[in-house]
């Protein structure tokens, strides 16, 4: 019973987290490609407001996704099944990805300049990431 708990908020805080990490990239990605957007009045506003979400709501999701995530595979016994060390490589990507997105978001608030093309890529980094994750999980085909 207890494990059916965890695993369900489990999945509401990786949901929060992974949505939080669709809205960094889609920013960086927007501020990456549109010539106008470096002017725009409200940059500084949309920058702010995106920072704020990621520190209020996408990196405590993360760290809870990792508790309860933990917690799930203690109380389930699944240290070593295969499917989860896989996982776990595809989990500490992500996270990784995610500290780059925060640090991209926090170096355009400070300068005008803006990211390189290459930050726009996280996007669809994240729904690989996201749709091997959950096969892994769900099928445990290793
Ligand atoms: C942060 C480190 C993580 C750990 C240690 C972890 C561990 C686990 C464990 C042990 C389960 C239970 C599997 C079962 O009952 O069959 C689980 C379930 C699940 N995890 Fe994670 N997970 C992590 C991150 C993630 C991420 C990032 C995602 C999605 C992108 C995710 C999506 C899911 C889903 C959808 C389930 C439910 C699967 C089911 O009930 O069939 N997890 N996780």
């Known amino acids: ?29 927007a ?3 549109s010539k106008s957007l470096p002017d725009a009045p409200n940059r500084a506003d949309i920058i702010e407001a995106v920072r704020r979400w990621d520190r209020w709501a996408t990196s405590p999701a993360m760290l809870l996704a990792w508790l309860f995530g933990l917690a799930v595979a203690t109380e389930g016994g699944w240290f070593g099944a295969r499917w989860l060390m896989m996982k776990l490589v ?3 990507a992500l996270s990784g990805l995610h500290g780059m997105l925060s640090g991209t978001l926090r170096k355009l608030a400070r300068t005008a300049e803006q990211p390189s ?6 996007l669809p980094v994240i729904v690989g990431a996201v749709v091997v994750i959950v096969l892994l ?6």
């Open 137 to 142: 999980v769900v099928l445990k085909p290793i």
């Open 1 to 29: 019973m207890i494990y059916l708990w965890l695993k369900a908020f489990h999945i509401a805080s990786v949901t929060v987290w992974i949505g939080g990490m669709f809205v960094a990239a889609i920013a960086v990605a």
């Open 117 to 122: 093309p290459a930050s726009g890529h996280a």
């Open 31 to 33: 501020l990456s490609a």
């Open 90 to 92: 595809f989990v500490v």
